[in-house]
Each structure stands twice: as C-alpha cells, then as structure tokens.
C-alpha cells in the first residue's frame, strides 16, 4: 500500500519536473494535500449544513405563508423579495462585515476577543437564508398544487389543521416541489464557493492559496475543482433522483 | 342546551342563509332529518345543494338560522369540530382520497390520528369495511390503480371507519361512467338498509325514488317543494318542479 502511494508521488514528482504546467503539488507533497483535503471536507460541512437549514427554513416559511395572519405573511413575502433580489455575494458580506460587528464576542483565554459567530457561521446562515428564499417559493408551489379538496376531505374526517398540513398537504407537495427543489439545492452547492469572500477555508480559498504559492499547480488544481464539483453535485443529484423515485407513487403524477 | 332524543330530528336546519360575499346562494332554508332516514335532494344546477349539505358538516359556515346535528349546534362560537366531525361523515363527487395512500391506509388514516385507536383493531375493521364495499382484493392498490367506482367506494368505507351517524354524498355518482353508477349505489343502499342517517344529492331519480324517505327540491336557494317519492313524483304541484322533472325523467 505504502509502496503504491510512493510510486504515485514519484509519478507526479517526475510529471511537475517535465511539464512545469502540470505540477499537480497536492499528489505529492503532504502539506498541500491536506490543503485539499481539508478544503473538500469543509465544503461538504458547508453544503450539507446548507441543504438542511435552506430546506427547515423552506418548510416553515411555506407554512407561515398560509397562515391567517396578515403580519407572519408579510414578514414571509419581504424576506423572500429581500434574499431572491440581491446577489447572494452581497448577503455573505452583509452578514459578516455588517451584522457581524453587532453580534457578542467571548474571549476563551482573556486576551483574543472571539466573535460568537465565526465567519463559517456567517456563511452557513447567509447562504441558508439565500437558497431558503427559494424554497419557501418552490414549497409553497407545491402546497397549492394540493387541490383544495383533497384538503376539505381530510378536514371532514376530523384532521386538525396541523395534521392535515403534516399528513396529507406536505407528503403531496413534496412530490410536486421535488424536480425544483433539486434545481435549487444544486445552485446552493455550488453557490458555497462564495464563502471564499469571507475567508472560509473551503475548496476555492484553499484551491487559490496553492496555486498563488505554486503557480505552476494553477491548471491541476483548478481541474480538481471542477472534478471536485462534477462529484459533489452529481452525488447529490443521484440522492435526489433516488428519493424521488423512492416518493413515487403508483399510477400518480407521471 | 337541550340533550338530544332519539325522539328528535338528527339533523336539524332551520332557516338557513348562506351568502358568499355579495352572492346569497341559500335563501331560508329548513328541513330536519329523523335518525335512520335516507333524505334526496334535488334540484338545477346551481341551486345550492352542494353548499347546503357542506353546512351540515362546517365547511361552509352559515350567515343566518341553526343548523344542529345530534344537538350539536354549529353556530355555537365555541363549536367542537371534532366532535362534530366524527358524527357527520362526507363523500364528494370527486373522490378525494389521499393518493399517496394505499386503498386500506386511507381508511386506516383517521381512526389511527383522530380516534388514536390502537393501529391492529383499526386494521380489523378497515379489513371488514373493504369487504362491506366489496373491494378486498384491493386492500394495497393506491387510488390512481382503481377505477372511479372502486375509488368511491374506498371514500364511503373511509368516511364509515369513523363511524358517523349520518353520512352526507355530494352527486357521489357523478363523475362515474353508467356501469360502475350502479356498483356505488348498491353500497349506498345497503349502508340506508343498515340503518344509517344519509343525507344525498344525486341526480338518478331511479335511485332516490327507491332508496329515499324523502325528496327535497330546491331552486335558487329555497325548498320549492318536497314528499315521500310517493307522492312526490307524482303529484308535484310548483310548475318548477315539474319543469325539472319533465327535463330529467
Ligand atoms: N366557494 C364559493 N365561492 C363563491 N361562490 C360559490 C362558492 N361555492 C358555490 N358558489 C356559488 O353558489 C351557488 C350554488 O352553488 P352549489 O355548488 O351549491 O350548487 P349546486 O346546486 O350544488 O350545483 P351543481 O348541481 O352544479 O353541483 C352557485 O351560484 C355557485 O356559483
Ligand atoms: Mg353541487
């Protein structure tokens, strides 16, 4: 095993010595590895931290925007103009340079001023509020695309309103909601690379820190990027595409 | 608040006024059902049937008069929907089951939440509902691998897993092609020879004059008219009736 890993390095060694373009660093020298790694595992946290929170978020901000009352449904409605409107680099850096000055700080050892939100919490926050926006929409499509008989029949049998949202509504708005949804938390995957602005030490920042100290790694470590990316998103793709199926339900929908 | 008898009608409406918005769609209307009775309603389309027997069970709320099931009175501000839900049970024209729900987990659904009864009992019954609606062998298919007649038939047995005292039906044959009208009516009538309090609109006078103690004719959001199928057919007097009756017969 050792002696594979050996033989690899020395491969990529002796390619960077005769294609000074193609210095793929990170194959052989363990300091840049780590590097990488560490920058792919950080995006996946990102990521999936992401998916979860836009998704949470998605879900109440849909319920809330059939709420009976006028001031939730309008607090809803502003904040979805608000983060579907602007760019989502401009929220990141809203966030953190803005709000991040207002938010308490704690000091761990007396002497460093620590502020209770990092810069990783900012982009998740920011990030999630972003793709969020998007979902309460998508999921508020597929709330309406429940008939509203479907609903009166769940009521006539005695349902709470609160049942009849989590048993019947949901479940079936889900399914109407899933080919969007998929589209969004996609471009929310993708959308992590931002948080390069704030110096998270995601895939990107950690990408552009080697090939600013190695310029010779410039074209690998971009291609692994894009390799990287192709991955990801494409893990999650087929996710998706097996929940969907897994959703499906006999002689229904398409 | 009076306890209700046996004595007294099941459902009780009395002048009732329903507008939606500007638009008065019923006009004063009354009628009261004794327990056990098999009530028609007809009438043009339009005339408000469907919004009358939607205010026995409050899915429309009413402007003006008393509507009261079982002593149950759905003007009280402080009304008890669920009590009044597990009395009152509704079949519409279009079915509406759940459609990512088997056929016996539709009917399983709101004794399990609403009732809370113990998942294998409710299995039980919903097992012997199937068979009462002649549909055993399709325990497991899901509503969109049934024909219309197979999916009404599921609603009736859903609305029956809570058992009601009295069943409403919305023109519950009328999205149906004619062979499979008669598969949903005989379930129909034999829940009126069981005894249950059914309150129908329907379209098929062959139906109501066989199954029905009683015909109510509305137009335009009043009760022009009403019998026995005796002497309903038969003798009507209001020249609306028998307009409609000369068109539909
Ligand atoms: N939710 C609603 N909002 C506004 N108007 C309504 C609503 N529901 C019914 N109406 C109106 O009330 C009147 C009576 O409607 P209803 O559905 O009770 O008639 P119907 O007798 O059941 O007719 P049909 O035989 O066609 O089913 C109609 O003029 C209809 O347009
Ligand atoms: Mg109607």
Known sequence: ?254 | MTEWTEKDPIVSIQDVHKYFGDLQVLKGVSLDVMKGEVVCIIGPSGSGKSTLIRCVNALNDIQGGTIKVRGIDLTDPNLDMLALRKRVGMVFQQYNLFPHKTAIENIMMAPMLVLKENEDEVRKLARELMRKVRLEDKEDAYPGELSGGQQQRVAIARSLAMSPDVMLFDEVTAALDPETVKEVLVTIKDLAQDGMTCILVTHEMGFAREVADHIYFTDHGVIVEHGPPSTFFSKAKDPRTKEFLSQIL
């Open chain 1, 1 to 254: 095993m050792r002696d594979t890993m050996d033989l690899i390095a020395d491969f990529f060694r002796e390619l960077a010595a005769d294609y000074p373009r193609w210095n793929f660093i990170w194959m052989y020298e363990p300091l840049q590895q780590g590097k990488v790694l560490s920058g792919i595992w950080m995006t996946i946290k990102l990521s999936i931290a992401c998916l979860i929170l836009s998704m949470i978020i998605g879900v109440l901000g849909a319920f809330a925007q059939g709420s009976r009352n006028v001031i939730l449904r309008s607090i809803v409605q502003g904040y979805i103009q608000f983060f579907r409107n602007t760019p989502p680099y401009v929220q990141l850096l809203f966030f953190y340079f803005a709000l991040g000055q207002f938010t308490p700080t704690y000091s761990p050892d007396g002497w460093l001023e620590m502020p209770i939100i990092s810069n990783v919490g900012w982009a998740i926050i920011s990030l999630s509020f972003f793709a969020g926006a998007f979902n309460v929409e998508i999921f508020r499509a597929g709330i309406e695309a429940v008939p509203e008989s479907t609903r009166e029949a769940s009521e006539s049998l005695g349902f709470s309103r609160g049942q009849t949202y989590r048993y019947v509504v949901l479940p079936l708005a889900l399914r109407v909601s899933l080919p969007a949804l998929n589209n969004n938390l996609v471009n929310l995957v993708k959308t992590t690379t931002q948080a390069f602005g704030i110096a998270v030490p995601e895939l990107l920042y950690q990408s552009v820190t080697i090939w600013n100290d190695y310029p010779s790694a410039l074209y690998p470590t971009m291609l692994l990027v894009f390799v990287v990316y192709i991955v990801l998103v494409g893990l999650l793709v087929m996710s998706m595409n097996r929940w969907e199926s897994s959703m499906r339900i006999p002689g229904y929908g398409s």
